[in-house]
């Protein structure tokens, strides 16, 4: 039997049904997440880029637009057992640029910006409650990567019953296997997957869908 028949055979990989109000999540797309010498490498950079153009649609329908980054305190006091598995985090403070959202989709005032310390970006932050402020009942996601932070934090978001969607051309990871694999997992079992083009914000306004 083939992967995937497995799946369809127990209804998993099923459609969830789109939500009224959408915001764009962007994770953890930082200089050092799109630096090959820090964290990045693989298509991340590629991931960014295809973004761009989803920021502008989601800003030009004045959509909530939220980013996350991952900020360790200057003396390392708030690090844990991930910066164990991966000592180089640490580094991801406020006063280093590879912290800092990258150029390309720079933000903007009155857009969120999320720190933190963990894999998703609902782990102790105050996400859920800022999004559902807004009204916020979808989520679209994009960011790096797609094994890590990209999949944590859509598992935490099905967790808490938003409608998430991953733009596959949009997020990035420093190698393929794993890349391929999260899109894979994250489709039969936590989120609609769909690339970029098929977004209804990125079609003209009178063909846009609900969400």
Known sequence: MEDADIFAQQELGKTIRNG??????????VNGFLDPDIFGG?????????SVRVLAAFRQR???????????AEDGSDTGVWCEKAPR?????????????????ATRPGELVIAKTQPSAFF???????????????????GATT?????????????ANFRPTVLSDCVGDRAHGPHEASLFDMHQKYANVIPSADLP?????QASASW
Do not use: K, W
């Not at 009224?20 to 797309?29: M, S």
């Not at 914000?201 to 306004?205: G, S």
């Open 20 to 29: 009224v109000r959408p915001a764009l999540l962007l994770v953890d797309f």
């Open 42 to 50: 693989g298509n991340t950079l590629e991931a960014a880029q295809a």
């Open 62 to 72: 004045d959509l909530p637009v939220v980013f996350t980054r991952i900020v360790y």
């Open 89 to 105: 985090l640490a580094e991801l403070t406020e006063s280093n640029p590879a912290s800092h959202v990258a150029d390309i989709l």
């Open 124 to 142: 102790d932050t105050p996400l859920a409650a800022a999004v559902r402020h807004r009204g916020v009942d979808s989520l679209v996601v994009v």
């Open 147 to 159: 094994s890590g932070c990209v999949r944590a934090t859509v598992v935490d978001a099905i967790s």
């Open 201 to 205: 914000q990125l079609r003209p306004p």
